[in-house]
C-alpha cells in the first residue's frame, strides 16, 4: 500500500511526465488551448496508458526477457500501442458513441505519443527501494503519469486563458510566450523533487 | 542466428497477429453511416461555421438524412447550389435559396464621429463596450477594434478608420461576425440590388444622434412618408424596412438627409 501511494505521488508531482520528464510536450503545447479539449485529451491519454500497461508489461516480462530479446521493448511497444489505440478506437465507435464522440479526435493522436511509450518503458527502469515494480504497481504507475499529464494540462490551459488577455510583445507573441509560460510551470514542479521519496520517513 | 530469427519470428507473429485483430475488428464492429447523410455531408462546402443551426456540417446533414428537419436552404456558404443539391439527394422540392450578405449597420467612422475617451486598454470591441460602452461618441456604433474581422474566416471584412465595413463578394453569410460583434450592429441581410437596409443603431433621440455623429439616423420620418408600400417604420427614433414589404424602389435612400439608406448587393449576383 505505502509503495503505490509512493508510485501515485511521483507519478503525479514529483515525476509529473510533462513537466520533469518532458514526454509528450507535443499534447501539451497543441491541446492546451482550451480547457475542455485539454481534459478530454487528457483522459484519453490517461486511458491509453493503463491500458498499454496492461498489454505490454506481461509481453515484456513472459515474452521478452526469458527470450534475452529485453532490447526489442521499444519496437514491440509501438507496434503493440500502434494496434492497441486502432482497436480502442473502433470498439468505442461501435458500443460507446459518446465516449468516442468525446475522445475520438484525440485517440489516434495517442498513438504516437512519447509519453505513452515513456510509460511503458519506464515501468521497467524504476525502482522504489531497489525494487522493480510489479504487475499491479505498474498499473498504478501508469495511472499516476496519466493523472499527473491532466494536472499539468489543467494548469496549463488555465495559465494560456490569462496569456490570452495580456499585452505581449508583438515578439513574443504565439509559441515564444507559449514556451516560456511552460517552461516556469516546470520550474515550479521542481518544487516536488523529493517529496515522494520522504513521504514515510 | 538464432536470436535473429527469434527477433524476426516475434515481431512477425505480434504484427500479423496485430493486424489480423484491426481487420477483424473492422470487420465486426463496423459502424453503418447513413448513405444519405454521407452523400449530403459531400454536397456542403464543409466550412462547419454552424450558421445552419445544427452542429457543423456533418451535424446538418444527419439531422437532414434523419428528417429532423426538412429545410434544404439553411446552409448559407453554400448557397443555390448546396440547397439544390441537397433537394436531389433528398428527392424533395427545396425551398429557394435567398442569398445573404452580413451588413455593419453604422457609417460612424472617425469623419463623422468623435471618440469620447483616449482608450489605452485591451484592443477588442468586447474589452471596450465593458467599459463605457466603447470609445465612440455614439454608444450604439461601431467600436472599430474589428473582432467581427478577426473572426471572419473568409477575409471578408476590414476596419478602417474606426469602421468595420464587409465586402459582399467575400462574404458567404455565416454569421460569426454577427455573434462576435458587441454592439450587435451586423446582420445579415437579403443581399439583393434592391433590398434596403438601414445602416444606423442609434435609438438616441435625434438631437443626441445628431451631436454624436452626423451620419447617423435621426427619426425624422421622410423615409416613411417616401415609401408607397409602408415598407419603413420608425420606432425609438430609428428606421427599419421590413424586407418582405420592400419593393426596393429606393425612394427612401433618395429622401434620407443623413443618408444613411443603403443596399447590398455582390458584384456577381448584380
Known sequence: MERIIVILVAAILSENFVLSKFLGICPFLGVSKKLNTAVGMSIAVTFVMV??????????????????????????????????????????????PPLYNALGIYLPLITTNCAVLGVTLLNFTKTIDGQPLSYLEAIFNAFGAGIGFLLAMILFAGVRSKLETCDIPKSLQGLPITLIAASLVALSFLGFAGVAGNLFG | MNAIVLTVIILSVIGVLAGLLLSVASIVMAVKKDEKAEKIEAALPGANCGSCGFSGCSGYAAALADGQTEDTNLCSPGGEQAAAAIAEILGVTGGGFVRKTAVVRCRGNWDVTDMKMEYKGLATCFAANQQHAGIGACRFGCIGFGDCAAVCEYGAITVENGLASIDPDKCVACGKCVQACPKSIIALVPAADEDRTVLCRSADKGAVTRKACSAGCIGCMQCVKACEHGAVTVSNFLASIDPEKCVGCGKCEAVCPQHCIASFAPAQVK
Open chain 1, 51 to 96: 491500458l498499454s500497461t496492461l498489454v505490454t508489461y506481461p509481453i515484456y516480462a513472459y515474452l521478452l526477457v526469458p527470450n534475452d530479446l529485453a532490447y526489442l521493448q521499444t519496437v514491440v511497444f509501438i507496434l503493440i500501442i500502434a494496434a492497441l489505440v486502432q482497436i480502442v478506437e473502433i470498439t468505442l465507435k461501435k458500443y460507446l
